[in-house]
Each structure stands twice: as C-alpha cells, then as structure tokens.
C-alpha cells in the first residue's frame, strides 16, 4: 500500500497566482480529508468528502479556496488568487468510514506565497 | 465552543524516563480519543484510539488513560528512547459529522 499521496511537495507560487493541490486517497477509504497546518493554528479541517461528495466545507476560509473530488482515487484543492497568508503547510488524509477509523495522512504539501 | 489543549512548551526528558502528555478538552463528550505522531515534514501518523469506557489502553511501550470526568487524557512513553522525539497530537471526533479536530500538539525532545 503507498499511502495517501500528495503532490506537490513544495510549492513556491507569487502572490495572485493560482494553485492547484492533488491527493491520491488510500484506496478503498470512503473519506477524504484536507487539512491545514501552521504554527499559530495547528491542524485546521478545511473540507471533507464522503465518496466522493463534499460533505463540510465549513473550514474553507474563504471564497479564494476550492475543493473537487471527481472520483474515488483524486482529489484537488485549489487556491486562486493565492495570497501570502497561504502559505501554510496542506495535508491530505483518507480514512474507512467506520467510527474511530484512523485517518492516514500524506506527507503534505509546503506552500509559500511570496 | 469545543476546545483541544495541549502542553504547548516541549518536553525535554533523559532517555530511559517516562515521557507523559497531557490532553484537556472542553466541551466535549467525545465516544474515543485518538493521539498521533508527527515528524518533521511528515504527516500524522496514528498510534492509538482509547474508547470512552477504556479507562487505559496499552501497546508495547506507550500508555494513554482517558478520563471522562477530568475531560483529560495522558500519554506515556515508558523506557524513552531518542527515536521517540517528536510532536504528539491528539484528536476528538467533533460533535456531529465526521470531523475530527486536532489539538496543536507538544514536542517531545529525549536525550540520549
């Protein structure tokens, strides 16, 4: 099993600019998850999906950020125009749909927005 | 509002001591906990789930009781190695859906 897998791993873009996340999900997890993290906040929920329907999106701070599941193996997580207080690192995780399932996380995605 | 607090100073401990984690939250009732490691430019990675009516929960050299009263849970590493150094999260399933939330984390620094 290769884990979620995420790309890409870094991702230096100028301030207006579009951005585009990916994440391959564990296959057979019926979630997926993306989550933020920074010093100041730590690990914030933006959207999850349920096969394949986002089900909360109430974490996507604003209007800028996007979110799509097109199938069971894909998801993307989209920024435009990107802004400096981005930068942050992006994880996506995938989980089973049963109570107390563990999420399994990727190894993120280092954003920075000059 | 629910609220997820960790030790938010590192934890600086000799190899061979017990390391112990403290996780309060407020607000809550959750049905499990869970606590995760995470290392630098890594994502988290799960290492035990205690249920609301497990009082303890064991696997190999850590430890996590769960009090429902307190709303706190504890994590131990007993016979801590250098290998063990790491930011320790824990996590609650959030009231309704299937979010879970994160509290920010302690970093765990062993010396040998």
């Known amino acids: 099993d290769a884990g979620v897998i995420q790309s890409p791993r870094h991702e230096v873009t100028e301030m207006g600019q579009e951005v585009t996340l990916r994440c391959k999900p564990i296959s057979g997890h019926d979630y997926l998850f993306w989550y933020r993290q920074t010093m100041m906040r730590g690990l914030e929920l933006l959207i999850y999906?349920?096969?394949?329907?986002?089900?909360?999106d109430s974490g996507m701070p604003e209007d800028r950020f996007s979110a799509k599941m097109p199938n069971a193996s894909f998801s993307t997580l989209k920024i435009q125009p990107s802004e400096p207080r981005d930068s942050a690192v992006y994880f996506c995780?995938?989980?089973?749909?049963?109570?107390?399932?563990?999420?399994?996380f990727g190894n993120g995605t280092r954003l920075t927005v000059t | 509002s629910q609220k997820i607090e960790q030790n938010s100073e590192a934890l600086n401990i000799q190899e061979g001591k017990t390391a112990t984690l403290t996780c309060n939250y407020t607000?809550?009732?959750?049905?499990?906990l869970q606590w995760y490691r995470q290392d630098p430019g890594r994502g988290p990675v799960f290492l035990l789930l205690i249920r609301e009516n497990e009082k303890e929960k064991r696997k190999e050299r850590l430890k996590v009781t769960f009090d429902t009263t307190l709303k706190q849970s504890l994590f131990h590493i007993t016979a801590s190695q250098p290998a063990d150094s790491a930011t320790y999260l824990c996590?609650?399933?959030?009231?309704?859906?299937?979010?879970?939330?994160f509290g920010a984390g302690t970093r765990l620094f062993v010396k040998a």
């Open positions: 995780a995938s989980s089973l749909g049963t109570e107390g399932s563990p999420l399994h």
């Open positions: 607000n809550y009732s959750p049905a499990y």
């Open positions: 996590a609650l399933p959030a009231t309704g859906g299937f979010k879970t939330i």
């Open positions: 999906f349920n096969n394949n329907v986002p089900i909360d």
